[in-house]
C-alpha cells in the first residue's frame, strides 16, 4: 500500500514569492494534516482538512492557507513568502482524528 | 502548563542499557495516544500506539497512567540504531481539537 506521497521534495523561492506544496494521503485516509517544522524545533500544526473542509488552523498568518480537494489529496499555498518561512513541511494522513497519523516525506522549502 | 510535555534530553546511554521516557499530558478527556520516532531531517515515524493496558512490541514497552496523565516509554537493550527524537502524541475527545506532539525526547546510544 502507497504511503503518503509529498511534492515536490525541494523547494526553493525568493522572498515575495508563492509556494505550493502538494500532498497524497493513504488510500481511505479522509483527514489530512500539515506541519511546519523549522530547523531544531518541533512540529507546528498548521491546517487539518477533513472531507473537504478546514477543520482547525494553528497560529499561522493567513498568508498559509490550503485546500483539500474531492480525491482528499491536499495542497497548502504560503503567500508573500518571508525568510523565516524556510523549514520542512510536512503533510500526514489518518483514517479519522483519533486515530494515528501517517507522515510523508515532507517538502524542504528554502526562502531566499 | 504546556498542553503535552516531554524532557528535550538529550538521554545518552550505552549500548546495551534500558531507557525510559514520560510525557505529561494536561487534560484529562484525552483519548489517545503515540510514540512515534523522528530521524534528523526525517520524517516522524509511528512507533506504536499506547493502550490503556499497554502495549509492548520487542524492545519497546508503551505505558500509559491516566490517573497521573502520562504516558511512558521504556526501551530496552538499546542499539545504536535507535538513535533519534521521540515524540509523543495525545489526541483529545470530540470537538475539533487536534492530535498534540511533544517537542520530543532526543535519545543518543553510543558503543
Known amino acids: 500500500e502507497a504511503g503518503v506521497t509529498q511534492s515536490p521534495t525541494h523547494l526553493i523561492k525568493t522572498r515575495g514569492q508563492q509556494a505550493t506544496l502538494r500532498c497524497s494521503p493513504i488510500?481511505?485516509?479522509?483527514?489530512v494534516y500539515w506541519y511546519q517544522q523549522a530547523l531544531g524545533l518541533g512540529l507546528q500544526f498548521l491546517l487539518w482538512?477533513?472531507?473537504?473542509?478546514?477543520?482547525n488552523r494553528g497560529n499561522f498568518p493567513p498568508r498559509f492557507s490550503g485546500r483539500q480537494f474531492p480525491n482528499y489529496s491536499s495542497e497548502l499555498n504560503v503567500n508573500a513568502l518571508e525568510l523565516e518561512d524556510s523549514a520542512l513541511y510536512l503533510c500526514a494522513s489518518s483514517f479519522d482524528r483519533i486515530y494515528e497519523q501517517y507522515f510523508g516525506p515532507g517538502t524542504r522549502l528554502t526562502v531566499t | 502548563r504546556k498542553e503535552v510535555e516531554q524532557d528535550p534530553g538529550p538521554f545518552n546511554v550505552p549500548e546495551g542499557a534500558t531507557v525510559a521516557f514520560n510525557c505529561t499530558y494536561s487534560?484529562?478527556?484525552?483519548?489517545?495516544f503515540f510514540w512515534y520516532r523522528q530521524d534528523c531531517r526525517k520524517e516522524p515515524k509511528l512507533l506504536m500506539s499506547v493502550y490503556s493496558s499497554g502495549n509492548e512490541d520487542g524492545r519497546f514497552t508503551a505505558q500509559l497512567n491516566r490517573a497521573s496523565q502520562y504516558i511512558s516509554l521504556l526501551i530496552r537493550d538499546s542499539k545504536l540504531s535507535d538513535s533519534a527524537t521521540y515524540l509523543c502524541v495525545v489526541n483529545l475527545s470530540g470537538g475539533s481539537y487536534i492530535p498534540t506532539f511533544g517537542r520530543g525526547t532526543s535519545l543518543i546510544v553510543h558503543p
Open positions: 488510500s481511505g485516509h479522509t483527514s
Open positions: 487534560n484529562s478527556a484525552s483519548q489517545s
Open positions: 482538512y477533513d472531507e473537504g473542509e478546514e477543520r
